[in-house]
């Protein structure tokens, strides 16, 4: 996890601001400071690149390690077909297949692992930048510091208008990319629910 930590060091605005959202009660409205907010937009494009699947390559090579690693009752064959499938699933970032996870992995599995406890360790890597993610989508959510809320469309100005369009498109954008990895995977079917 280290290493996703890394593409993601805030400044002490945000950090301040990230760990008030975390304890605030539900339902309360936090504001943010036009430059805070504009580091969260940053820093959350930072986690959603250091979060991109790794190359498969480095997902098999980190499953024939941990083969090699553990004991095994698989022909060659067997632990290659495997270990294929696997990698074919497996949608973690590069950063979640080091030494140290590998390391965590082999002292905890005395065979083989099952698809699910590959998936239950590699989880435990990236839990922490998954949380970031979810904070700084926070942020860039609450309302700008000094901004007043406007109320119904027909009611704004035409600069607030203009304001609100560009900022639903780069919403409509960004989760629009979420929901196209969702779909090409296949977890936004009912049958991956």
């Known amino acids: 996890m280290a290493h996703l930590a890394r593409a993601t060091v805030f400044s002490q605005s945000l950090g301040n ?85 590998l390391d965590a992995a082999a002292r905890s599995c005395k065979w083989f692992p099952s698809y699910a406890e590959v998936c239950q360790l590699l989880d435990a890597e990236v839990a922490a930048a998954h949380r970031q993610r979810h904070l700084l989508r926070r942020a860039i959510a609450a309302p700008v510091e000094g901004d007043r809320p406007v109320g119904r469309y027909s009611a704004m100005t035409d600069a607030q208008k203009a304001e609100f369009d560009a900022a639903m498109a780069k919403f409509r954008s960004r989760f629009a990319s979420d929901a196209s990895r969702n779909a090409e995977d296949g977890s936004g079917t009912p049958e991956a629910r």
Do not use: C, F, K
Request: net charge negative.
């Open 17 to 101: 601001w990230l760990q008030r959202a975390e304890t605030e009660t539900p339902g309360s409205q936090l504001s943010i400071p036009p430059s805070v907010r504009a580091e969260a937009e940053r820093a959350l494009q930072a986690i959603d690149d250091a979060l991109q699947p790794a190359p498969q390559a480095t997902v098999e090579r980190w499953l024939g390690a941990l083969g090699t690693l553990v004991a095994g009752q698989l022909s060659a064959e067997d632990a290659r077909t495997r270990i294929a499938a696997y990698a074919a699933m497996l949608n973690y970032p590069r950063h979640a297949y080091t030494r140290s996870s």
